[in-house]
């Protein structure tokens, strides 16, 4: 946004301190002009804006998220082996990796409401149908159908946060505290998506719950619409390819340093399951597993919580490397408790931890992404945080061998590794000029 771009656009001699508190004293300044603008008229936010978005973004997010789910359930009490569930399942979130491919229209489009409508309700479409035929074709056809599906599963994702700086207005605290409500709607939909799936498998059975999150997908397209409209932030010439993107991300230090430390706390905290399934027949009962993994999750709430009510302030860059170590210090003392009680508060602050994290990704791609690709950037993260994720949780599996707490202590260690070279570069580099909006 303006007050990243701002100071992120002068070159950075004299240290990454001074860096710093030009960037502080910069976003001041556009903090303040923003106000002035707004209360003079110049810049009016969409009212109800955020509510809106809020809401849209819950829907198709808990139907993305709830759909691996429902679809395993099907396929299990259609009777077919655990390998074939596992490949359905695996065939919605593997194609999350080509979302960037498709992401560029996003940028270019007109109305970026139509694009993410229509990805919503493409998804929904192709899981209700898969679901339907699920129980009497082979498994391959649901499977293909599926796997278009979470082709579009990005768009739903990082594509609908990429609409949120428009909405949020120019001031930096604006645009954190609609962040924070963001992480919120991340968080609630994650835990919403798989609960109502798993409520309603109970009750009226899996192809009930399939359909009705098809159908929250579709109905969460309307929802889009209803967003405050943004026009083309450039022209469509000026749009990167996804490939050039990707490589403009590298080419900028704060993106850079954002896309990696997202992946790796990505891969770092989809450990905790694998950890809480592991560990709890040594506290009492394998039930004890849900209850650590509902602990996590409703750690990441609270810490929503707290950034509505404190956003984080100062420069992006530099929380998003802070923060990395606070998930880091977290995933530790995770790895150290000896009993149940101490791990379930244990996990409830590392659940804090990466909802403040991914607040300060958040900012980050906001405010350092260039505009003609800001959909792209956001998508691109998104995307390699969740094949990052898939990956952690596959080798903590293979990493259990021994003590259950091995795993854990393991990408503590890759988080502190990782955030100390992400440190070294934000010194050693104070002159880059790095991309912005």
């Known amino acids: 946004m303006t007050s990243a771009s701002s100071a992120d656009a002068m070159p950075r001699g004299g240290g990454a301190d001074a860096a710093a508190d030009a960037a502080a004293d910069a976003a001041a300044a556009a903090d303040a002009a923003a106000d002035a603008a707004a209360r003079s008229g110049e810049v009016e936010r969409p009212r109800g804006g955020l509510a809106r978005y809020v809401f849209a973004a819950t829907l198709v997010r808990s139907a993305d998220g709830g759909a691996v789910v429902a679809i395993v359930l099907l396929a299990q009490h259609a009777g077919l082996p655990a390998w074939v569930s596992g490949l359905l399942g695996a065939s919605i979130t593997a194609p999350h990796l080509l979302g960037p491919f498709i992401s560029r229209r996003l940028d270019t489009a007109r109305d970026g409401r139509i694009v993410i409508a229509a990805a919503a309700l493409v998804h929904g479409a192709l899981l209700g149908i898969a679901a339907l035929l699920l129980p009497h074709t082979w498994a391959v056809v649901p499977a293909l159908l599926l796997g278009v599906s979470g082709l579009f599963g990005p768009m739903l994702t990082g594509g609908i946060s990429s609409r949120l700086p428009a909405i949020a207005g120019p001031a930096q605290r604006h645009q954190r505290r609609a962040q924070s409500w ?256």
Not at 235 to 249: G, K
Request: hydrophobic share 60%; net charge positive.
């Open 182 to 437: 963001d992480v919120a709607s991340y968080g609630v939909s994650g835990t919403l998506g798989p609960a109502s799936v798993a409520w309603i498998a109970a009750g009226p059975g899996p192809l009930t719950a399939a359909l009705v999150l098809a159908g929250a997908a579709i109905f969460g397209a309307a929802a889009v619409l209803a967003l405050p409209r943004q026009t083309a932030a450039a022209d469509a010439a000026a749009v990167p390819s996804p490939v050039q993107t990707l490589r403009r991300i590298w080419g900028s230090g704060p993106l850079r340093r954002t896309l990696a430390l997202t992946v790796t706390v990505a891969f770092s905290v989809a450990v905790l399951p694998i950890y809480a399934v592991a560990v709890a027949p040594q506290f009492g009962g394998a039930a004890l597993a849900a209850a650590l993994v509902a602990g996590y999750g409703v750690g990441n709430l609270v810490g929503s919580a707290i950034l509505m009510a404190k956003p984080l302030p100062g420069d992006a860059d530099r929380l998003v490397v802070a923060l990395c170590f606070a998930v880091a210090a977290a995933l530790a003392v995770v790895a150290a408790m000896p009993t149940f009680a101490a791990a379930l508060i244990a996990c409830g602050a590392a659940g804090v931890a990466n909802a403040l994290f991914f607040a300060a990704t958040l900012a980050a791609r906001s405010e350092y992404a260039p505009v003609e690709a800001r959909g792209q950037v956001f998508i691109w993260v998104g995307a390699l945080k969740i094949a990052a994720g898939s990956a952690g949780t596959a080798t903590a599996g293979v990493l259990l061998f021994g003590a259950a707490w091995m795993p854990v202590a393991l990408v503590a260690g890759v988080c502190v590794a990782a955030g100390l070279l992400s440190a070294r570069s934000r010194s050693r580099s104070p002159a880059e000029h790095e991309g912005s909006a």
